[in-house]
């Protein structure tokens, strides 16, 4: 059984542009799920362009080997230029993964049952 939701919320106001993919998946041993966010978010508008940083990472994984549950997160945040009308605009950006395994004799643990 697998269940996809996805979410694209833009907001003109606050320049503002988030893409959500959430999938729910269980195979024979295990449930799945994996979320995955995409923030983008115009700061403003420049005549030329400058030396950006380079992208920051953040990567946590963790596994409870009493219940063998693995929860996994993954998030790159940055900067990009885009061309628009011969102007460059400043984008900040935010991607981030975050994947959960549990096995199904860990979801008969109370802790779990929400999953």
């Known amino acids: 059984m697998r269940q996809i939701m996805y979410k694209y919320l ?3 106001e606050n320049r503002r542009r ?22 983008y ?27 063998r549950v693995e929860k996994f997160f993954f998030r790159v945040k940055g900067i990009f230029y885009v061309l ?6 400043l984008v900040h950006f ?4 975050r994947v959960d ?3 199904k004799a860990a979801v008969l643990i109370p802790s779990y049952s929400s999953f």
């Open 94 to 97: 935010c991607h981030s993964l």
């Open 18 to 39: 988030v893409i959500s993919v959430s999938d729910r998946s269980e195979n024979k041993n295990a449930f799945t799920h994996v979320h995955r966010t995409f923030i």
């Open 101 to 103: 395994v549990v096995p």
């Open 84 to 89: 628009r009308d011969n102007r460059y605009l």
């Open 41 to 67: 978010v115009v700061s403003k508008e420049l005549e030329s362009v400058e030396e950006l940083p380079a992208p920051v990472f953040f990567i946590t994984k963790h596994t409870n080997t009493k219940t």
């Open 10 to 12: 833009t907001s003109a």
